[in-house]
């Protein structure tokens, strides 16, 4: 039973267009929730997190959307660009004192930026 | 700053055998979690550490086991390995209230 889904295991996008990746979750006890990006052979690399308590945030060309009421997030990002072609994972984290260190990951969405 | 790293890079061991990874956290970061990749799959939690102490640990059978090290490395254990413990192990490390920052993780194949 998946507590957070990616249901697009691939995206393809146009250079310069907007990227947008969704991630479904059923457990309300998440607290945290973070995207990451895995290149072949390295691990996942942090991108960007969004706290139960906001409904947006924003670094850079990244952006995070948090629908509460829907159990919905998405990453979206503004230009793609080739280098972003990699597997994009959504993680929770469920509200056991704060720690982040048990996070539930989806099964990822495979990003394709083509030039 | 290194980030996190795992050692060794890849390993094949024989079914039945015992394999232990290891994991350096980023300086100056207490918790360690370890996870577990299959292909296709995201990462799966197996279990986490702070401050030496187990604070989580995920649905995986009593074969694994992890101790934390008072410098805050940490090793994984996997006794009487099976083919299906073939995947990609990843540790990572975190400060409260950051998000978990991966290293490389280590390949296990199960032959």
């Known amino acids: 039973d998946q507590q957070v889904k990616q249901n697009s295991p691939s995206l393809s996008v146009q250079e310069g267009r907007i990227s947008i990746l969704n991630c479904d979750y059923t457990?309300?006890?998440?607290?945290?929730f973070l995207w990451y990006k895995k290149y072949p052979a390295e691990g996942p690399t942090f991108l960007i997190s969004i706290s139960s308590i906001k409904d947006k945030n924003e670094d850079g060309r990244f952006t995070v959307f948090l629908n509460k009421s829907a159990k919905h997030l998405s990453l979206h990002i503004v230009p793609s660009q080739p280098g972003d072609s990699a597997v994009y994972f959504c993680?929770?984290?469920?509200?056991?004192?704060?720690?982040?260190?048990?996070?539930?990951f989806g099964k990822g969405t495979k990003l394709s930026v083509k030039p | 700053d290194a980030g996190v790293t795992q050692s060794p890079t890849h390993l094949i061991k024989t079914r039945g055998q015992h394999v232990t990874l290891r994991c350096s956290p980023i300086s100056g970061h207490k918790s360690v979690s370890w996870y577990q990749q299959v292909l296709g799959q995201g990462p799966q939690f197996i279990f986490q550490y702070y401050e030496k102490e187990e604070r989580g640990r995920g649905n995986f059978p009593d074969r694994f086991s992890a101790r934390q090290f008072p410098n805050y490395s940490s090793e994984l254990n996997v006794n009487a390995l099976l083919l299906g413990d073939s995947a990609l192990y990843l540790c990572?490390?975190?400060?409260?209230?950051?998000?978990?920052?991966f290293g490389p993780g280590t390949r296990l194949t199960v032959t």
């Open positions: 993680a929770a984290s469920p509200n056991y004192g704060g720690s982040q260190g048990n996070l539930i």
């Open positions: 990572a490390s975190s400060l409260q209230g950051a998000g978990e920052y």
């Open positions: 457990n309300s006890m998440f607290d945290y």
